[in-house]
């Protein structure tokens, strides 16, 4: 039984446009049988955050491709992606690479 | 893709990207005139912020050019109102100060006053060889060395003011006096509304965009422009040409250097570093950027060529992690050799590139059939086309 979560969640590059331009969340996830990995994360975005338009951000059970996702500042490639398992006061940035140079 | 970096030696490794970039092409002289292209966006961003760097190192590694920055506000022709416009210009101007270099400020409605001559691709003065390169670098580092001497200059190190021209930035901003008149956002408006698909509002953006860029660099001297087109960018670009026809100027719309406007070179010193690179190193370093809605903002997939083929190749990508870079080595490989008895021809009004024409049409079947036509009697016409 996992308990709840604080987590930051942040958007940039644009992406916050899909959420009423509010870059920065803090997020308190709920306690859950299974502990809170990034996958639940994107589903719990899609539901409660994403404002319009999902799928510019989510494609899959995954990000859109050209969103980075950074996990307390690391490449989330680095730490196993959908699978990382979410700790207390974790920060999750996604930027988007698709607007503009 | 596929290393892992540490953030001091990503650091290491992106500023060193962007040097050996301008290094290996050896355009750009010292003290010569450039004019960086910002549009607010992260690719521009990080690439002034490394132009910045680059001119506050110490002598042996510092970049010697001199350099001012335009930003083109193009809300007209996005649609935006007023307030959001003046709100991003806020923005803007407030980054722009920073820097210490002049920064025009031109609004895309300007487009309208761009005399004539925008079109016309100025005499080229040859490209510098290798041999005068060192030369004029030599000859710069020596009137250096003679002003040190003198003790007319201060240490390197000293404020950006010394390295500079001599008028103060504030003087230089050359910021418009107000909005522009609204008869001129209207007409632009409504330019951009007549056209009908995405792709050709895009590339419509695009041309009057770089005509207006060019302008601004004639008028204040510059003689390059750099504009911060990422590996993935080109990539993207490339393939996007390739659909809208354009494959036979795709050297000069992807390389390094694009000539074709005769006495201003666009250069693309990024275009080494992928889109994930520039996210993350503004990220971890605070680079400054301004986020600007544009006119593909919330596009959804299919709604132009441009769109499409980012999706594309970026989805390629995820799975086939070398696949931009792949695209962008084709790119590179690419040769600018005009085609034979065109190097003087008619250019296109739009793009500047030569007329990709060939007078004797002799690849199509009209073409074939009309040179016939001079020998052998019209064929007699058996049905209604």
């Known amino acids: 039984m996992a308990a709840p979560l604080s987590v930051e969640v942040e958007f940039g590059g644009g992406a916050e446009l899909l959420f009423d331009g509010v870059k920065k969340h803090q997020v308190t996830l709920p306690g859950q049988e299974e502990p809170w990995v990034i996958r639940d994360l994107l589903v719990w975005i899609k539901k409660n955050l994403l404002k319009e338009r999902p799928e510019l951000f989510i494609q899959g059970d995954s990000v859109r491709p050209g969103i980075l ?26 930027i988007s690479t698709l607007h503009g140079g | 893709a596929g290393d892992a970096f540490c953030r001091d030696c990503f650091r290491a490794f992106y500023v060193h990207k962007f040097r050996a970039v301008l290094g290996k092409n050896r355009l750009i002289f010292p003290g010569e005139k450039v004019l960086l292209a910002w549009s607010g966006g992260p690719s521009s961003s990080s690439m002034v912020w490394q132009v910045l760097e680059g001119l506050s190192q110490d002598s042996a590694k510092r970049l010697r050019f001199v350099p001012g920055v335009v930003y083109v506000d193009e809300g007209a022709a996005c649609g935006r109102s007023r307030e959001d416009r003046a709100k991003t210009l806020t923005d803007v101007r407030q980054i722009l100060q920073t820097l210490g270099f002049p920064w025009p400020i ?5 487009v309208f006053a761009l005399p004539p001559s925008v079109l016309r691709c100025s005499a080229q003065d040859p490209v510098g060889t290798m041999g005068t390169y060192k030369v004029a670098v030599d000859s710069f580092l020596q009137q250096q060395r003679t002003l040190a001497a003198e003790g007319l200059r201060g240490s390197p190190s000293s404020a950006q003011g010394e390295e500079q021209p001599s008028q103060p930035c504030t003087q230089d901003s050359q910021d418009p006096v107000g909005p522009p008149p609204a008869a001129q956002t209207e007409a632009l408006s ?10 050709a509002k895009e590339e419509l953006l695009q041309t009057l965009r770089t005509h207006l860029i060019l302008h601004v660099a004639r008028t204040h001297g510059y003689s390059k422009v750099m504009t911060g087109d990422s590996c993935t960018r080109l990539a993207i670009k490339l393939m996007t040409c390739l659909a809208l026809g354009r494959g036979a100027f795709l050297a000069w719309d992807t390389g390094f250097s694009d000539e074709r406007h005769g006495d201003v070179v666009v250069v693309r010193p990024m275009r080494e570093h992928t889109l994930k690179e520039v996210a993350f190193y503004n990220r971890l370093f605070a680079v400054p950027s301004v986020f600007t809605p544009a006119v593909d903002t919330k596009a959804s997939e299919k709604a132009s060529i441009h769109r499409l083929m980012e999706g594309f190749l970026l989805r390629l990508q995820a799975q086939f992690p070398s696949t931009v870079s792949t695209v962008y080595r084709t790119s590179e490989k690419l040769v600018k050799a005009p085609r034979d008895g065109c190097a003087a021809g008619p250019r296109c009004l739009l793009c500047m590139c030569s007329l990709d024409v060939d007078s004797a049409d002799s690849a199509t079947a009209f073409g074939a059939q009309t040179q016939d036509f001079s020998q052998t009697p019209p064929p007699t016409p058996r049905a209604k086309a």
């Open chain 2, 190 to 199: 409504q330019l951009f509304n007549s056209v009908k698909t995405l792709t």
């Open chain 1, 69 to 94: 996702v950074l996990i307390n500042d690391a490449d989330w490639e680095l730490l196993g992606e959908l699978d990382y398992q979410l700790q207390d006061q974790d920060s999750i940035l996604f």
């Open chain 2, 106 to 110: 031109v609004t895309l409605e300007e």
